[in-house]
């Protein structure tokens, strides 16, 4: 199985800041990457997918980049609805997908 | 527009069995996998498995298999999660997502989730 590991667990940004999250990957998963968003009380919303492409309706206040096992989430400019956790999920290893374990965007 | 709607939050005693409904609308049902999620409280997402629409075939992942099973009722656009035998560790939300593809001209994403239902919270307590 591979293993997401995200990092930071929390990162404390300010409004209007730039927020910047890492996934790993224990072994290569090329550009087989999505990142989803989950705010409380709610289900994820896809956002990224291929590792650097915008999903239907994502603002581009949002970027992905990455390749093999480093990846990283770009929020440019945090606006308030954006404060939320983040998942980034592997689907390269199919039939076994695998999500991190998160990173909480907080308000700084 | 598309929607998964599921069925309510439940409270059940250890060793009793529960089954989630997901219910599909605005698409065609047998056109896109469903797959399940699970995310125990203050806990992050694990994926559970999949069914083909089409065939009814079930796929677990790891740590799933024996107690879940995943079925379909196709007539009424619905999946179902059953679990059995619960246990306290099982106390969780589970998420039904629809399962989509996207090209472009230079290849192919498979295994996204592009809608969610909004969670059935299942709760095992004696």
């Known amino acids: 199985e591979i293993v997401m590991t995200q990092s930071p667990a929390t990162l404390s940004v300010s409004p209007g800041e730039r927020a910047t999250l890492s996934c790993r990957a224990s072994q290569s998963v090329s550009s087989n990457l999505a990142w989803y968003q989950q705010k409380p009380g709610q289900a994820p919303r896809l956002l990224i997918y291929g590792a650097s492409t915008r999903a239907t309706g994502i603002p581009a206040r949002f970027s992905g980049s990455g390749s093999g096992t480093e990846f990283t989430l770009t929020i440019s400019s945090l606006q308030s609805e954006d404060f939320a956790v983040y998942y980034c999920q592997q689907y390269n290893n199919w039939p076994s997908l695998t999500f991190g374990g998160g990173t909480k965007v907080e308000i700084k | 527009q598309v929607q998964l709607v599921q069925s309510g939050s439940e409270l059940k005693k250890p060793g009793a069995s529960v089954k989630v409904s997901c219910k599909a609308s605005?698409?065609?049902?047998?056109?896109?996998?469903m797959n399940w999620v699970r995310q125990a409280p203050g806990q992050g997402l694990e994926w559970m498995g999949w069914?083909?629409?089409?065939?009814?075939?079930?796929t677990y992942a790891q740590g799933f298999t024996g107690r879940f099973v995943f079925s379909l009722d196709t007539s009424v656009s619905t999946a179902y999660l059953q679990i059995s035998s619960l246990k306290a560790e099982d106390t969780a939300v589970y998420y039904c997502?629809?399962?989509?593809?996207?090209?472009?001209?230079?290849?192919?994403?498979?295994?996204?989730?592009?809608?969610w239902g909004q969670g059935t919270l299942v709760t095992v307590s004696s």
């Open positions: 069914i083909n629409t089409n065939t009814g075939n079930p």
């Open positions: 605005g698409y065609t049902f047998t056109s896109y996998a």
């Open positions: 997502a629809r399962e989509v593809e996207y090209c472009s001209s230079t290849s192919c994403h498979y295994h996204l989730f592009d809608y």
